[in-house]
């Protein structure tokens, strides 16, 4: 399927071939899965109201692998840390945050 310019799509039989390449592209830097696997912890929590939530997204922010993505209106921030003592403590310091 091939466009001229100022053409429109209002077709939905459009194919994965037909998106741009960053469809193809992940959504974010930390891939939870494996990174659950590689790293002491892999979290993502979404923005509240929670009087905590700029202290979790502080701690998230130092993690070695942070990223935050926008779906729809909803901001989620994702994080994995490392398997050392001050990535150790960055993780627990989190889970108190969000868990509270």
Do not use: C, W
């Not at 696997?37 to 892999?42: G, M, S």
Request: net charge positive.
């Amino acid at each position: 399927m091939t466009f001229s310019q100022g053409q429109s799509v209002t077709s939905t039989s459009m194919t994965k071939n037909d998106y741009p390449a960053i469809v193809n592209q992940p959504i974010s830097k930390v891939d939870l899965v494996n990174d659950s696997i590689t790293h002491l912890l892999a979290v993502s929590f979404a923005k509240t109201s929670s009087k905590n939530y700029p202290l979790a997204v502080n701690m998230a922010q130092g993690a070695s692998k942070y990223d935050e993505v926008t779906i729809g209106r909803l901001i989620v921030h994702l994080a994995a840390f490392q398997k050392n003592k001050e990535e150790a403590a960055r993780a627990l310091a989190l889970l108190g945050y969000i868990s509270a």
